[in-house]
């Protein structure tokens, strides 16, 4: 017998458990925070009969390679490229919107399949036909595979860890890219990996602060930037948000069970090795507490935290931290305005700077200009296209 109901942790998180005619019961969401669910956990939406999932659509790094070279490593996915290199339309708001119109109206709900041992994940299609069978509307519907009863995926404990921190008004994502495999620091050659999760603040949060995206309550969960036109209306109206941000960094490692405590604190030692993060902490659902950082667990169905060994950072690097944060955030903004726009933004920095206007940019140009326009004026620009 599960040791967790996720229909509960969901009630505890202040969804709505509703009555379904087809499934028996569902979790009830608006668009955005199906959206959301679905881009950290990869459920699947079944208006098609093998399902359509919203991860990965984001990503622009594989990782950066500060710590060696100062170098961004790009990975063509909010943003594509074509066969000669050239930057292309990718997966944007307007782009998303054409392909998969239902993702962004109306309200959705939430299926949990159990997959146990012995039977078959690919559930897709046997859900799909239930659902016209039975004269169900396949827009509504969003599945999500629990692939034990007795455990909770990591992707759905990183999606908890989101919850959580954006109700602490923090920035977050899943799998954020701040590390390379390999990098040197302070003498020594250190392997690190992708952390599972991070909850942050920078400069730019100021920005979204007055752009009515964030407030000091609600944060934002960073797979939402490159779409958010697509939820909310009025944005850039007035904020009455008066707190300032700083750069802060908290980083998360998941594991299923407590069983992997040890390996999820000495990749957490890995990470606290370069001194990039403020503080550490495991994700662990049956794992309450540590003795070297905090820790996240499910507790009677509700998350909780345990804060421990929290310290302001301040290194040779962390400006560095802070402008790469800020250029993350950017990025991911420009999904929302249309690919000429993006062409248009990358002329004006160019010819700003007396650089030679070109008939096709690759990703690098992008980045530069990125880098290189102040924040204030990137937001300027980017209401002006919106």
Known sequence: MSDYNIYEIFKNQGFKIID???????????????????????????????GVTMKGRSEIFIHRAIFSNNHLIYSPGLFSRNLDGSLAEGNSAKDLKLKYPSVFKGTKRLIIAEITE???SNVEKEYYDKIIQQGGDINS???????????????????LASMYFINKGYLVENQTPWFQQNYKYKGSTLQGGIPDFSAFHCDM?????????????????????????????????????TKKYNRELLIGEAKTSASSLPQAIKQLDKYK????ADEYFTIIPNSHSNDKHGSMSIINNTISFISKNRN??????????NNWMNTYIKML??????????????????????LELLSKYQSIH????VQNTSNSDFMLFLKEEL
């Open 20 to 50: 379904d005619k087809i499934f028996g019961k569902a979790i009830e969401m608006n668009s955005e925070d199906a959206y959301l669910f679905s881009a950290t956990t990869g459920a699947k939406y079944l208006f098609y009969v093998n």
């Open 118 to 120: 012995g039977i078959t």
């Open 141 to 159: 519907y969003l599945l999500y595979k629990n692939f034990s009863s007795n455990l909770l995926g990591e992707s759905f404990q990183e999606y």
């Open 205 to 241: 949060s100021n920005y979204l602060s007055k752009a009515g995206i964030i407030s000091d309550i609600k944060g934002i969960s960073l797979l939402i930037l490159p779409v958010i036109k697509n939820f909310r209306n009025g944005l850039f109206t007035s904020n009455n948000n």
């Open 273 to 276: 090795a370069v001194e990039i």
């Open 312 to 321: 302001e950072l301040l290194t040779e690097r962390t400006e560095d931290d």
């Open 333 to 354: 903004l420009l999904g929302n305005i249309e690919f000429n726009s993006i062409i248009k933004f990358i002329n004006n920095f160019r010819r700003a700077n007396k």
């Open 366 to 369: 992008l980045l530069d200009a």
